[in-house]
């Protein structure tokens, strides 16, 4: 089967001083950070050898606001993702469904304001939601497919590649593997982690991420989950 690898990033430092979600856009601070973030996770995706990349980048998603959106375009330019393997990736519609929320009461926590209860109960089965859409295992291959993978296409066996190759056109990406990047909001980030890892949503305030920083799962063909990094920055 295929493991499924999330790759879950938090918008740069944007300005925070306007109401109108067109004028809230990433500083210059955060526009550098989106494009650090790129190279690196350019770096990542290439990979090194056939053991270690390229990885087969299935599609980038973000949600529809603003700041993630800039975000997510200059990650998408500084990654170098049409190179990897010969392939476009594709970049999904912004999804309303990741926009940025509070997405669950949290424990411990003080007397609520009445306001802040209603916006919590408004937004958490939009967020709950974007997590079911996105966090599942993937389909196990038909049969027919894997007997082709192992003989080749067509059952012919796949020549050895010529000594001038480039090392970058002989590294091919691993068929069991494939990668989602999605470019949300800290909170949304938060709470994925405690429910793809089973703990309890209450925790999401306990825990924090940075500005463009990579929060990375992996999803088995068995159903178990695993975090490689929780707001990491490198």
């Keep these: 089967g295929i493991t499924r690898h999330i790759i879950l990033i938090r918008h740069g430092q944007y300005q925070e001083n306007f109401k109108e979600d067109s004028k809230r856009l990433l500083t210059p601070l955060g526009r ?3 494009e650090l973030t790129g ?5 990542i995706i290439h990979g090194v050898n056939e053991e270690f990349g390229p990885c087969r980048v299935k599609v980038v998603r973000v949600s529809d606001l603003a700041r993630a959106k800039e975000t997510a375009d200059i990650i998408y330019d500084n990654m170098g993702l049409d190179s990897a393997d010969g392939n476009v990736i594709e970049r999904a519609h912004p999804d309303p469904l990741l ?3 509070r997405p669950c009461h949290h424990i411990p926590g003080g007397k609520a304001r009445q306001s802040v209860v209603e916006r919590t109960d408004e937004h958490h089965p939009r967020i709950e939601q974007a997590f079911r859409n996105y966090f ?3 389909d196990m291959p038909e049969l027919s497919s894997l007997n082709e993978e192992k003989s080749g296409t067509g059952g012919e066996d796949i020549p050895p590649a010529t000594e001038d190759v480039t090392t970058q056109e002989k590294l091919k990406s691993h068929p069991q593997h494939e990668f989602e990047i999605i470019v949300c909001h800290a909170n949304v980030i938060r709470y994925f982690f405690c ?4 703990l309890p949503p ?3 305030l ?3 991420t940075f500005n463009c920083s990579l929060t990375y799962f992996t999803i088995r063909p068995t159903g178990t989950v695993s975090c490689r990094m929780l707001g990491d920055i490198g």
């Design 32 to 34: 550098k950070q989106a």
């Design 39 to 43: 190279n690196r996770l350019g770096k």
């Design 99 to 101: 926009n940025e929320g």
């Design 136 to 138: 599942f295992r993937a």
């Design 195 to 198: 429910r793809a890892l089973q």
């Design 202 to 204: 209450e925790a999401w």
């Design 206 to 208: 306990r825990l924090c």
